[in-house]
Each structure stands twice: as structure tokens, then as C-alpha cells.
Antibody, heavy 119, light 108 residues
Framework: DVQLVESGGGFVKPGGSLRLSCAPS????????MSWVRQAPGKGLEWVGRIKSTADGETTDYAAPVRGRFTISRDDSTKVLYLQMDSLTIEDTARYYC??????????WGRGTLVTVSS | QSALTQPASVSGSPGQSITISCTGSTGDVGNYDYVSWYQQHPGQAPKLIIYDVSDRPSGISDRFSGSKSGNTASLTISGLRAEDEADYYCSSYAGTMRMFGGGTKLTV
């Protein structure tokens, strides 16, 4: 079975940085397109960004609110997906989900890790 | 890009059918047959229930069905059950990005 386990969430002050990790299992990570989706407390889902497989160039794309501040990367040798978040603002407070893309949809979700940005 | 538009809430009685709409634009829903739907119960991660407009993943009840007309996609749940009470989100491919709807709270 596909499993996605996020870690790295926590409290951070505005302007700070945080790096989230995602440990995948149950599928061939190196061939997978992965993405991050977030959900602010009591709010809806918001697309953060996507990284293609290494074979497809590891191309990344980001939603406008995080472009230039967030960076998605992957390490196929250790099977880890990352989300580097810099210049964090209060509006970035959310649960961040690691997701597996299949075709044009999110096939699997992790349980998420909570990021709280507060002074 | 704005989120896709969904009604904030819908309700129905057990056994009835309900439909949730998801309105986008020619840049997303209207241009691609890549609409998906997710069910989220409180405190849980979302779960895929419909992909590519009308396909169901293995294990998803055929009470869930999807369709699309122009810039609007729809999710229909027939034979409502108490366990269907949840939040439902639509999503559409939009070129390099994916868009989500604001979510619809279904009360049974």
C-alpha cells in the first residue's frame, strides 16, 4: 500500500524558515510526480506545488502565493521529498500534505504535518 | 488564479440524491477533462473518489458519480448514507498547476 509520512512541522516566527520532509513507501518513488497541498485551519485545500520525476527533469511549478519563497526538491537515493519554506508569513499557517500524483489527479495523501507561523 | 467555485453547503436525507457543482473557467474545468473530487471527513486526510471527470478508483462506491458540462463539473451522490457526511472538494488541472474548489460541506 502507498504510504506518505510527513515530518518537520512546528512553530516558526514570521520571516523564518522551515523544511518539511515526506517519506514515501509502497510505490516507485523515483518514477513518481509528487506535490504538496496545504489546508489552513478550518479552510479548504490549496495547491502548493509539484515536482516531476527525475526522468522528467525534476521540473517544479508553484502556486502564486508561495512562488519565490517555497522550494520543492527530492532525493531519490534516500527516497525523501522536501518542501523548503522561507520568508514565512502568518498566512502560511496550515497542515501540509505530501501527495502522490497519478495522471492529472492526487491519488494518495499523507496525514499531513502542521506548520504554525506566529510571533 | 481563483479557486474553483463550489456551494458552501448542501444537505439531504438518507436515501436521497444530491449534486455538488464546481464552476471554473476555460483555463481549467472547461479546457481539460481532468476534474477530480475528494472526500474529507473531520480530522482526516482527503480521499480521492472521482478522477478524470467521471472515473472511480477501485473501492469507491458506484453511488458516487461525476460529470462535466462546459466550465462546470458536478458530483452526484445517490442513496445518501450517514457516512457520506463530509467535506467535498473538486480539483482541476490548469496547465502546469492544479486548482481546488473552496469545498462543500455535505450534511446528511
Amino acid at each position: 500500500d502507498v504510504q506518505l509520512v510527513e515530518s518537520g512541522g512546528g512553530f516558526v516566527k514570521p520571516g523564518g524558515s522551515l523544511r518539511l520532509s515526506c517519506a514515501p513507501s509502497g510505490f516507485t518513488f523515483s518514477a513518481a510526480w509528487m506535490s504538496w497541498v496545504r489546508q489552513a485551519p478550518g479552510k479548504g485545500l490549496e495547491w502548493v506545488g509539484r515536482i516531476k520525476s527525475t526522468a522528467d527533469g525534476e521540473t517544479t511549478d508553484y502556486a502564486a502565493p508561495v512562488r519565490g519563497r517555497f522550494t520543492i526538491s527530492r532525493d531519490d537515493s534516500t527516497k525523501v521529498l522536501y518542501l523548503q519554506m522561507d520568508s514565512l508569513t502568518i498566512e502560511d499557517t496550515a497542515r501540509y500534505y505530501c501527495t502522490l500524483l497519478t495522471g492529472y489527479y492526487v491519488a494518495n495523501w499523507g496525514r499531513g504535518t502542521l506548520v504554525t507561523v506566529s510571533s | 488564479q481563483s479557486a474553483l467555485t463550489q456551494p458552501a453547503s448542501v444537505s439531504g436525507s438518507p436515501g436521497q440524491s444530491i449534486t455538488i457543482s464546481c464552476t471554473g473557467s476555460t483555463g481549467d474545468v472547461g479546457n481539460y477533462d481532468y476534474v477530480s473530487w475528494y472526500q474529507q471527513h473531520p480530522g482526516q486526510a482527503p480521499k480521492l473518489i472521482i478522477y478524470d471527470v467521471s472515473d472511480r478508483p477501485s473501492g469507491i462506491s458506484d453511488r458516487f458519480s461525476g460529470s462535466k458540462s462546459g466550465n462546470t463539473a458536478s458530483l452526484t451522490i445517490s442513496g445518501l448514507r450517514a457516512e457520506d457526511e463530509a467535506d467535498y472538494y473538486c480539483s482541476s488541472y490548469a496547465g502546469t498547476m492544479r486548482m481546488f474548489g473552496g469545498g462543500t460541506k455535505l450534511t446528511v
